[in-house]
């Protein structure tokens, strides 16, 4: 290092390895004055480099469906990773065949239909089609069975025409007309002694609600029980069912019973209506949606 004593100006070398530590100053050897010397080369800091402030984070880009295959897309480009894979090997390949996988189908139809053995609403794309029927996955058993046994096919119905229910409902008539007689003989006995007009009509009343609930009891024990038939209709070896050939309940025998009414009301033409049907339904029939078949 070269020094120079500021007092009269006499310069020289000084080795900066034989400088003692810590010492801050020198004489002069000429002038014999005191004067300060530099810091050490070595011991100066270089400014430090500035640091450039962190860059953002980038934001994660959404995830979008691939219009190809309907999967996620998670970078930025138009495809998923599969379908980036599939492109790329078919520009490689350069034959101009479509490797991409195919679109995602549109949703099938989902309508609902009626079960032809339990009446619930099932999707068609879940059920099973059986000719012109629809039975839930459920009830296939069951119905494979019926139809095994000659049950739910209505093509094998075979419908009783006019006359012989004409039979059937002679017969039925003469065995509900000794019923209701003997139930009307008793209850006329029981107020012949009192000649009051009030009580005449009330003994009509009490005639006309045991002949409606006779009828109704006739009706729901033997149509709607294992028979399926009244007396009538068995002695002529008819039955009833409902339209699909299966045993009807006890509220549609109610309901068919009281439908007859309506039918022998506007002068019989309910029951003619049977002549001229293809299933040889009568008025009630079609108001309760039943048939008479033959066993």
């Not at 469906?65 to 894979?85: D, H, Q, R, V, Y």
């Not at 002679?170 to 006329?188: E, H, P, Q, R, Y």
């Amino acid at each position: 290092m070269t020094i120079t004593c500021p007092h009269c100006g006499v310069s020289g070398q000084l080795d900066d390895s034989k400088r003692p530590a810590g010492v801050t100053s020198i004489n002069c050897p000429r002038c014999k004055q005191s004067f300060p010397l530099p810091p050490l080369e070595s011991s100066v800091v270089p400014p430090a480099a500035p640091v450039p402030p962190p860059l953002p984070a980038a934001e994660p880009a959404p995830l979008r469906p691939c219009p190809a295959c309907g999967g996620i897309i998670e970078g930025s480009g138009g495809l998923c990773n599969a379908c980036e894979a599939a492109r790329s090997r078919q520009s490689t390949a350069g034959n101009g065949v479509n490797t991409l996988p195919p679109p995602v189908p549109a949703a099938e139809d989902r309508s609902s239909a009626t079960c032809t053995v339990c009446k619930g609403r099932f999707a068609q794309s879940e059920m099973v089609r059986f000719g012109d029927k629809l039975v839930c996955a459920s009830c296939k058993p069951t119905y494979v069975q019926m139809l095994a046994m000659g049950m739910g096919n209505t093509s094998d119905l075979r419908y009783a025409g006019f006359w012989i229910r004409f039979g059937a409902k002679f017969i039925d008539g003469i065995i509900l007309w000794v019923v209701n007689f003997a139930t009307t003989m008793a209850t006329t006995f029981l107020i012949a002694s009192n000649n009051s007009p009030q009580m005449a009509i009330v003994a009509a009343i009490i005639n006309v609600c045991i002949q409606v609930g006779v009828g109704i009891a006739y009706n729901i024990y033997f149509l709607s029980g294992k028979y399926q038939a009244t007396p009538g209709k068995m002695a002529c070896g008819l039955k009833v069912v409902t339209a699909e050939g299966d045993k009807i309940s006890a509220s549609r025998a109610v309901g068919r019973y009281f439908a007859e009414m309506l039918s022998g009301m506007i002068m019989g033409i309910g029951y003619i209506m049977a002549a001229f049907d293809d299933e040889k339904r009568t008025l009630h029939d079609r108001i309760c949606s039943t048939r008479v078949v033959l066993k």
